[in-house]
């Protein structure tokens, strides 16, 4: 999942115990992309207990996921597709007649190690690429270190000061990389915070970034069949370039060593800053998703 705010800011510097050129077959794709799709699961799960709306759906489709959570969240979408076979005709008509009911458009993030014939079934129904985005990763080392430079403090995040660990996310949201392929979407301020408290109502760990004791920066991480996820690392936009998001980094996947994950992921946009600076951190391209998109 490419979180609201994720890899907002400058890494700086590489992590101890991660280790580089990470090769990426059918079956870890196929692994990232089950754990994808039951985060979309889960936090869509937690906006359909928010809210009172019962046009939330959650629709299985060829080892994927068909997701709405509500009108305008950026989990209304099909994720993991074509890892459990080629999706049937009807199995798609079902999926983007429930989208169009809602007034959505069908989005579906197809990873390029996917069933290779979905493309161009999708080709031939009329989706259109809108664009991509790449997910990257890096194997766990049991010895990783956590780096704090000076000035820096990073804890686990309470409950307690949730609200203002969303507005830093939504801080940092509102001011992206800029460098590379911006991302296709854009979303007001009451979606992210929307998207946040449910991705928290969900169960995902959060961490806090200090600098020089104020509130800089905040990250999520997600542990599920030994994939670290991290869903999110971002920082505002006056305190970066400060080494917040390596230690953003560090202290979430010291965590996830130590619960006994070997790989960790992160997505990006293509020749993005964020791209660029988690290469610097031993990240690696592992496979690219085609944003799919059909308009009803």
């Not at 890899?7 to 990232?32: K, M, T």
């Not at 979905?118 to 031939?124: D, F, N, Q």
């Amino acid at each position: 999942m490419r979180a609201l705010g994720a890899q907002a800011g400058v890494l700086d510097g590489p992590i101890v115990g991660l280790v580089p050129s990470l090769f990426c077959d059918i079956e870890l794709a196929a692994r990232i992309e089950r754990v994808e799709a039951e985060l979309i699961a889960l936090v869509g799960a937690a906006t359909r207990r928010r809210g009172s709306s019962a046009d939330g759906f959650a629709i299985p489709i060829a080892g994927g996921l068909a997701s709405f959570a509500e009108h305008g969240s950026p989990y209304n979408k099909v994720v993991g597709l074509g890892f459990g076979g080629v999706p049937s005709t009807t199995a798609i008509d079902e999926i983007e007649q429930a989208f169009a009911a809602r007034g959505a458009p069908t989005q579906i993030e197809l990873a390029h190690l996917a069933a290779p014939e979905i493309g161009e079934l999708l080709t031939a129904r009329g989706y259109r690429l809108e664009s991509f985005e790449n997910v990257l990763g890096c194997a766990i080392e049991p010895d990783l270190e956590r780096t704090t430079p000076a000035g820096i403090e990073v804890r686990r995040s309470g409950d307690e000061e949730l609200d203002a660990w969303i507005d830093v996310v939504i801080d940092a949201v509102a001011h992206p990389d800029t460098q590379g392929v911006p991302w296709h979407e854009e979303f007001p301020r009451e979606i992210v915070e929307n998207a946040e408290r449910d991705s928290a109502a969900a169960g995902l760990a959060r961490y806090a970034a200090l600098h020089d004791g104020v509130l800089a920066g905040g990250a999520s991480l997600r542990v599920d069949e030994g994939v670290a996820q991290l869903a999110g690392a971002a920082t505002a936009p006056a305190h970066r370039r400060r080494g917040i998001q390596s230690a953003l980094l560090s202290y979430p996947l010291r965590d996830a060593a130590a619960a006994g994950c070997d790989v960790a992921v992160i997505t990006t946009q293509p020749g993005s800053r964020s791209h660029q600076n988690a290469q610097r951190q031993g990240f690696d391209l592992l496979y690219t998703r085609a944003v799919l998109v059909k308009h009803p």
